[in-house]
């Protein structure tokens, strides 16, 4: 049977997962508003990654023989200066993310819970891949500044993203 103390941290971090599945789709809402619909889809297929990402941290605390527990959420911004400042904001977001996960794994080791640390490798694996992501979309919003046509391209590009279970799950 897991742990108390890993058990709490880890529906701790199914709250936040939820958090940042909230803080997307609040992004995607916002982005729709400044007519940019691929960008849009994107923070929309992020949102269901998240969904994701809570799912599979709240079943394996029952998997373990624990009890997985959903607390109340905090409601998410809703309004940011641009599309560079979704994203921007996205970015930082993750990188919290990543110390969370990171946390984690420290308290796993202390509390000898291998199973958990040998879990959480997928989402540190995942951590990578998405800071990059969102980092690359923060470097292309700069690069394109003001510039409509620059704009236009990235959202085209941005609505090809589709949602692949397996990588959020
Ligand atoms: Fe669930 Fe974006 O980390």
Redesign the pocket.
Known sequence: MIQEKIQDALNNQVAA?FY?AHLYLSMSSYLESIDLPGAANWMRI?YR??LA?AEKIFDFVIERDGRAILEGFDAPPREWSSALGVFQAAYEH?QK?TAMIEKLVELARELKDYATEVFLQW?IS??VE?EASVKAIVQQLKLVAESKNGRFMIDRELASRTFAPSSGA
Do not use: D, G, I, T
């Open positions: 997962e940042s992020q990654e998240e990402h993750e993310v989402f995942e951590q998405e």
